[in-house]
């Protein structure tokens, strides 16, 4: 597990401090919580952020810069689910989601999402937060650097996307071959993980991350974490409802806080411990 934290690191160009690396060479790769949330380990590492400027469908906002991740952190496998969410809010009779306990849970606003945090935080299982927008696009890319975690090019096995009769309905068919209901998210772990794990990274549901929207540097940075301030909040990942422009890895969007989207979740980081 060292060598393979160490080789991450010196194969992004940083040598991180030795007694980080032999710190993360001590944290097991996989941790679980009581509530059944499941966490794979992020090596430190760095990477480049935003997208080249010859990428198909890339925004103007994607400048390309370098990101140092200084600490390995715990990302959730998945995004936090119904089931997880109602163990922890319960199910008031006003305002219940409905759906199979292994749903992603939405129509959470970030404020929402703190909230969950805040009481999960409480029961004594380790400390929990939402991702920057950079560790989000690192652990999405998983060491790739290409559009996608798997390559250039999306098919409709490879994520959920485009599953709205309103606005993009390229992958119906083969989702109702699949039995997956039409207009709405799939389970969770549906589709393929990338390569460190995660899965619906990109698709499925937005996930907010904590940083305010801003531009981005044009320079190396150090465990960014956004503007000081601002007014909406920046959502990764594309969703069901969305076209695959919105799932590339290097793709940034942003929400008000306060709005509760059906296409809008989140997943959690677990700290590791000091």
Same mark, same amino acid.
């Given at each position: 597990?060292?060598?393979?934290?160490?080789?991450l690191?010196?194969?992004?160009?940083?040598?991180?401090?030795?007694?980080?690396?032999l710190? %993360?060479?001590?944290?097991?790769p996989?941790v679980h919580?009581?509530?059944?949330?499941?966490?794979?380990?992020?090596?430190?590492?760095?990477?480049m952020m935003?997208?080249?400027?010859?990428?198909? #469908?890339?925004?103007?906002?994607?400048?390309?810069?370098?990101?140092?991740i200084?600490?390995?952190?715990?990302?959730?496998?998945?995004?936090? *689910?119904l089931?997880?969410?109602?163990?922890?809010?319960?199910t008031?009779?006003?305002?219940?989601?409905?759906?199979?306990?292994?749903?992603?849970?939405?129509?959470?606003?970030?404020?929402? %999402?703190r909230?969950?945090?805040?009481?999960? #935080?409480d029961?004594?299982?380790?400390?929990?937060?939402?991702?920057?927008?950079?560790?989000?696009?690192?652990?999405?890319?998983?060491?790739?650097?290409?559009?996608?975690?798997?390559?250039?090019?999306?098919?409709c096995?490879?994520?959920?996307?485009? #599953?709205?009769?309103?606005?993009?309905?390229?992958?119906?068919?083969?989702?109702?071959?699949?039995?997956i209901?039409?207009?709405?998210?799939?389970?969770?772990k *549906?589709?393929?993980?990338n390569?460190?794990?995660?899965?619906?990274?990109?698709?499925?549901?937005?996930?907010?991350?904590?940083?305010?929207?801003?531009?981005?540097?044009?320079?190396?940075?150090?465990?960014?974490?956004?503007?000081?301030?601002?007014?909406?909040?920046?959502?990764?990942?594309g969703s069901?409802?969305?076209?695959?422009?919105?799932?590339?890895?290097?793709?940034?969007?942003?929400?008000?806080?306060?709005?509760?989207?059906?296409?809008?979740?989140?997943?959690?980081?677990?700290?590791?411990?000091?």
């Amino acid at each position: 597990m060292m060598r393979f934290l160490l080789g991450l690191v010196l194969a992004g160009g940083l040598l991180l401090p030795l007694e980080w690396a032999l710190a %993360a060479s001590e944290l097991p790769p996989r941790v679980h919580n009581d509530l059944g949330m499941e966490f794979v380990l992020i090596p430190a590492g760095s990477f480049m952020m935003g997208s080249p400027p010859d990428e198909p #469908n890339r925004d103007a906002d994607e400048v390309q810069h370098r990101v140092v991740i200084t600490k390995p952190f715990y990302l959730q496998v998945t995004e936090v *689910t119904l089931g997880q969410w109602r163990a922890i809010m319960g199910t008031p009779w006003l305002g219940r989601r409905r759906g199979r306990p292994d749903l992603p849970v939405t129509r959470v606003s970030w404020f929402d %999402a703190r909230d969950f945090i805040e009481k999960l #935080n409480d029961l004594g299982m380790g400390r929990y937060r939402l991702p920057t927008e950079a560790e989000w696009e690192y652990a999405c890319r998983a060491g790739t650097t290409t559009a996608y975690w798997w390559g250039d090019k999306i098919t409709c096995d490879r994520a959920m996307y485009a #599953n709205n009769h309103l606005k993009a309905w390229d992958c119906q068919d083969y989702y109702q071959k699949r039995g997956i209901e039409l207009d709405r998210p799939a389970p969770v772990k *549906t589709f393929p993980p990338n390569p460190w794990g995660l899965f619906d990274m990109p698709g499925n549901v937005w996930e907010w991350c904590s940083d305010w929207y801003g531009p981005y540097p044009r320079r190396e940075v150090v465990d960014p974490t956004g503007p000081p301030s601002g007014r909406r909040k920046v959502r990764r990942g594309g969703s069901w409802f969305s076209t695959f422009p919105r799932l590339r890895s290097a793709n940034r969007n942003f929400a008000n806080p306060m709005v509760r989207y059906d296409t809008l979740g989140f997943r959690l980081v677990k700290e590791p411990p000091k």
